[in-house]
């Protein structure tokens, strides 16, 4: 319990003051002698150590402190989860174990990692030893193994052979063995300790059959550097189906604005990603290009920034035969993990798919058959473009050849594409904002105009047969002019974003007529539907839309209102044929119908 600060002076100056040598304790702050005169009787019980340690990790800044707590104590009584605490709350500890525990919550203060503390931390459904430096796995990070999982399921691989660089504590390269059995996994680090590492964690897994760790630096030209380590892979010819890395990727201007725990316990080179970040990835890159199989993919995690500069990356060397593919979030909505694919610009697709499989000994004839199709197909479509002169054919069939050109033009087409949905998606919530922001108005505007150019006509029919000057009628129908022009200038707008829109809903349906491609197709398919489903319906809240229709419709209201107003006012005296000696009288409904002879 806590001897209070009041209590404490008065029982000193009870006993005859403090001594000389002592009196410094009157300068002493009010916190510090609080400190001193705390006399705590601790709760011995498991809640009462979480409850202790939980509140003094909070009061020294500590991130999460009760989880922190909650690791170490299921630690040190020997339990692999924290739920398991729950049942044994009011256990007491052991004096052995009170000493461990204050002296592993000492290392807590001291900023040190759980995982180091504890010296395991489970990573997806698998429990890996942790020792510092060694990089420890975010929990980030197991997303990127359920998309490579997704990735191997929809390929018909037998035997999925991937490379992890930089393989630290061996995460990403154990939890993909463990998860599915056809893979087979080469783990490479420069860190020979993590090397060591990852193979203890190796065996704790009985994966030694599946996985291979090998100690080589990858060199800033893509080329691996060997080690004291023997093993029989050349990495220089040898191929892989996925290349994997989780690598530093942190900008070195922001590795000293990390949280202690990592800044001064994990290994800066796992951090690290140099100036742009991109120190490591770029080698990554490199060697992918020679090392992919025609059927290969590269996934990375990178800085949410990264996406961006490997996409520009890929595409400004087209050495690399690299095709940047995807952008994944993390469970924070950043931009994690990228995915890339090998492209053979040069090559046709079925020589290269027919070199690989001279290499592995097997032929996949149903998809060298699939890119000769597509070849035969490409070619009747350049002949037909030269020997027809038809309009939309020649329009059709130039579009097919762009879509169907290799490389650059595919990339370009679909990230085209992608911009045109973009805008679509963009015209559309502007739409719905104008709708909710100036429906009321344009429906007043509207309503107004259409009345005044029904009533006015109405009211100059009436006025005909009056003695009314003609500056009088004159001005009347300036002013239905007026109207007119009000009403065109919010339906001529409108009319023209509709007609766009279904124009490009037509240009779409050829594209998809014309375009095997599956990447531009699941783009276009994706387009079509947006343009199905959002439409580019303008209206005035919703009642009409604000299209020339509406204007045009004004005719059929202003004859109706003539053909009532001449029926129904035979005492008009309205001109008749014989006034006009030149002019032949062409209707007897309508006796101002003249046609001059």
């Known amino acids: 319990m806590m001897l209070p ?8 100056n009870r006993l005859g003051g403090l001594p000389n040598k002592h009196r410094v304790l009157n300068h002493c702050p009010d916190k510090l002698i609080n400190s001193l005169c705390t006399l705590t009787t601790r709760d011995d019980t498991l809640a009462g150590f979480i409850k202790h340690w939980g509140q003094r990790f909070e009061d020294e800044g500590i991130p999460e402190p009760i989880s922190s707590i909650e690791h170490i104590l299921a630690h040190v009584v020997g339990r692999t989860k924290i739920i398991d605490l729950v049942t044994i709350h009011d256990q007491r500890l052991t004096e052995e174990q009170i000493k461990k525990l204050d002296r592993l919550c000492e290392c807590r203060l001291a900023r040190m990692p759980v995982q180091y503390i504890i010296g395991e931390w489970d990573f997806r459904d698998i429990t890996l030893k ?19 999982l997704k990735r191997i399921s929809e390929n018909s691989w037998d035997t999925c052979r991937v490379l992890e660089i930089g393989c630290g504590s061996g995460a990403i390269s154990l939890a993909l063995a463990h998860s599915c059995k056809k893979i087979k996994c080469v783990a490479v680090d420069q860190n020979s300790d993590a090397c060591n590492l990852a193979k203890e964690n190796r065996k704790n897994l009985d994966l030694d059959d599946r996985v291979e760790i090998v100690n080589v630096t990858l060199e800033i ?15 220089d010819n040898e ?107 040069s090559l046709k697709v079925e020589e290269s798919l027919l070199k690989y499989s001279k290499k592995m000994m097997k032929t996949n004839f149903h998809l060298i058959r699939e890119a000769r199709e597509q070849s035969k197909l490409a070619g009747y479509l350049r002949s037909d473009n030269e020997t027809r002169n038809v309009g939309r054919a020649i329009r059709t069939t130039k ?34 904002l104008i709708n909710k922001a100036f429906g009321l108005p344009i429906l007043v505007v509207a309503i107004t105009c259409l009345l005044l150019l029904i009533i006015t006509p109405y009211f100059l029919m009436m006025e005909a047969n009056s003695d009314r000057e003609m500056l009088f009628i004159s001005v009347q129908l300036l002013w239905c002019a007026l109207h007119v022009f009000r009403i ?94 030149n002019y032949k009288c062409l209707s007897t409904t309508s006796p101002w119908i003249f046609h001059q002879v």
């Open 399 to 432: 579009i097919s050849d762009w879509i169907t050109s290799d490389g650059d033009e595919t990339r370009d087409m679909v990230e085209s594409i992608s911009q045109l949905i973009t805008v679509h998606s963009s015209l559309c919530d502007t739409n719905i």
């Open 221 to 235: 030209d893509g080329t691996f550097k060997s080690s004291s380590d023997v093993s029989h892979i050349n990495f």
């Open 130 to 148: 942790l020792v510092p430096p060694i990089f420890i796995p975010r929990p980030e990070t197991e997303y990127l193994i359920d998309f490579i």
């Open 488 to 581: 065109l200038m919010v339906v001529q707008p409108c009319y023209a974003t509709t007609t766009n829109s279904k124009k490009t809903a037509i240009l779409v349906s050829q594209l998809l007529s014309t375009t095997w491609d599956s990447e531009i197709c699941e783009q276009l398919e994706y387009f079509s539907l947006q343009l199905i489903h959002r439409p580019l319906d303008i209206s005035a809240c919703g009642l009409f839309s604000l299209d020339r229709g509406l204007v045009t419709s004004l005719h059929k209201v202003f004859g109706n209102l003539l053909k009532s107003f001449v029926y129904q006012h035979d005492d008009i005296q309205w001109p008749h044929c014989h006034d006009f000696p």
């Open 239 to 345: 191929k892989f189906d996925l290349i994997v890395s989780n690598p530093p990727y942190i900008p070195t201007k922001k590795v000293m604005e990390l949280e202690p725990e990592i800044k001064i316990f994990e290994d800066i080179n796992a951090l690290d990603g140099g100036p742009d970040g991109l120190k490591v990835i770029k080698p990554i890159l490199k060697y992918a290009s020679k090392a992919l199989t025609p059927t290969g993919h590269v996934f990375l995690e990178v800085d949410p920034e990264h996406p961006e500069y490997i996409k520009f990356f890929t595409e400004k060397f087209k050495d690399f035969q690299l095709k940047y593919l995807h952008t994944y979030k993390d469970f924070c909505n950043n931009d994690r993990f990228v995915e890339l694919s090998r492209v053979y610009p």
């Open 5 to 12: 600060l009041k209590l404490f002076l008065r029982n000193i």
